[in-house]
């Protein structure tokens, strides 16, 4: 124990608990919520809708991933429920870079933080912000990103 106290070993051990527990969770969540979509039908429902199209997988995956973090308000969860969903798909474009659709997933999973987003929240508490003040910075930039992210992302798929 060098030195510490049963107590102060105590705290610290609890201390790490909090900050990976939250994480923990929202992941477990958001794996159980990607199933939940698959088993419900809607992974096949989204299949049936985009296999008669013929559509960019870049532009499904980002588009299925701004759709649920529009939706449900978390990045991490739609960026796990757009991997469930999406990869099943991509059977029809084999050849497929898949980094670049990770990247799609991810920047689609980052747009519009809004009222429904921890991360909206604590923006507007960290900074003294209102929550329109919030929506015009915050929302906004996590939008420009997404998108500008969006648009690197199909000019890498260009070269690559």
Same mark, same amino acid.
């Given at each position: ?7 102060? !070993?105590?705290?610290?051990? +609890? ?5 990976? %527990?939250?994480?923990? *969770?929202?992941? @477990?969540? /958001? ?55 999406? !990869?099943?798909?991509?059977? +029809? ?5 898949? %980094?670049?659709?990770? *990247?799609?997933? @991810?920047? /689609? ?52």
């Amino acid at each position: 124990n060098r030195g510490r106290s049963m107590d102060q !070993i105590n705290d610290t051990l +609890v201390s790490s608990i909090k900050i990976i %527990a939250m994480m923990l *969770l929202i992941i @477990g969540g /958001g794996g159980a919520f990607k199933q939940v979509l698959i088993d419900s039908g809607v992974g096949q429902y989204i299949s049936t809708l985009v296999s008669g199209m013929d559509i960019n997988p870049i532009l499904m995956a980002w588009g299925v991933a701004a759709f649920l973090r529009i939706c449900l308000g978390s990045a991490t969860v739609a960026a796990i429920s757009t991997a469930g969903l999406v !990869i099943p798909l991509l059977a +029809v474009h084999p050849n497929t870079n898949l %980094a670049l659709i990770t *990247l799609a997933t @991810g920047a /689609g999973s980052c747009i519009c933080s809004h009222v429904n987003d921890a991360s909206f929240w604590m923006i507007k508490d960290f900074f003294g912000l209102t929550t329109k003040e919030t929506l015009l910075s915050w929302t906004l930039m996590s939008t420009l990103l997404s998108i500008s992210g969006l648009i690197f992302i199909l000019l890498a798929s260009l070269v690559l």
